[in-house]
């Protein structure tokens, strides 16, 4: 199984800030790694798949970057609406599919 | 636009078998070339992949769970099941409904992220 440790567990930013998350799998995922965010009473959105494209909708605020085995999700120009909890997941061979332990982004 | 809604019984017993379904709109839980599944999350915890099924395909299961669980597909009525048997306190989660996109990987058509997302249902199991 492939273990995704994600850092930092918390991140505080103000409205406007440019924030960097990263995430780490414990094997070369190559470039087979999504991003996701979590707000209380939503249902989970995904941001990225294939480690640096957009889902359709996405702001291009949102850019995510790395290959192999580290990752990063940058958010630039902070938006109220993006204080969330993160969690990015790889997607190798078939599963077992696992997640990051998420960063929140916090004010 | 695919859409998917979660119901299930938001409070039960431990010991007792967790029952979850998955009403499908906006897309086909026959295609073959779709995959669905569930997902959960713990209070405070993160995201556990529970397992994903696709009418073309063996279903899959985590390791962690596969001996407890089961998906299953009523495709008369577009809708994906869940059962997990003997349920514990640690079973309580927020249970999601997922689409889990199919894509080409290093050759190979498999599932890839999670694309569509119900709002999820919360089941509490008390001892």
């Known amino acids: 199984e492939v273990v995704m440790t994600q850092s930092p567990a918390t991140l505080s930013a103000s409205p406007g800030e440019t924030v960097t998350l990263s995430c780490r799998a414990s094997q070369s995922v190559g470039r087979n790694l999504a991003w996701y965010q979590l707000t209380p009473g939503q249902a989970p959105r995904p941001l990225m798949y294939g480690a640096s494209t957009r889902v359709t909708d996405v702001p291009a605020r949102f850019s995510g970057s790395g290959a192999g085995t580290d990752f990063t999700l940058t958010i630039s120009s902070l938006q109220p609406e993006d204080f969330a909890v993160y969690f990015c997941q790889h997607y190798i061979n078939r599963g077992p599919w696992t997640f990051g332990q998420g960063t929140r982004v916090e004010i | 636009q695919v859409q998917l809604h979660e119901s299930g019984p938001g409070l039960m017993k431990a010991s007792e078998t967790l029952s979850l379904t998955c009403t499908v709109s906006?897309?086909?839980?026959?295609?073959?070339?779709?995959?669905w599944g569930w997902i959960r999350q713990p209070p405070g915890k993160g995201l556990e992949w529970i397992g994903t099924?696709?009418?073309?395909?063996?279903?899959r299961y985590n390791p962690s769970l596969s001996r407890r669980v089961t998906i299953s597909m009523d495709t008369s009525n577009n809708q994906l099941s869940l059962r997990l048997t003997s349920a514990t306190v640690g079973d309580s989660a927020i249970y999601y409904c997922?689409?889990?996109?199919?894509?080409?990987?290093?050759?190979?058509?498999?599932?890839?992220?999670?694309?569509?997302w119900g709002q999820g249902t919360l089941v509490t199991v008390s001892s």
């Open positions: 997922v689409r889990h996109r199919g894509a080409y990987i290093s050759g190979f058509y498999n599932p890839s992220f999670f694309d569509y």
């Open positions: 099924a696709s009418s073309g395909e063996t279903t």
């Open positions: 906006g897309g086909s839980i026959n295609d073959e070339n779709d995959y």
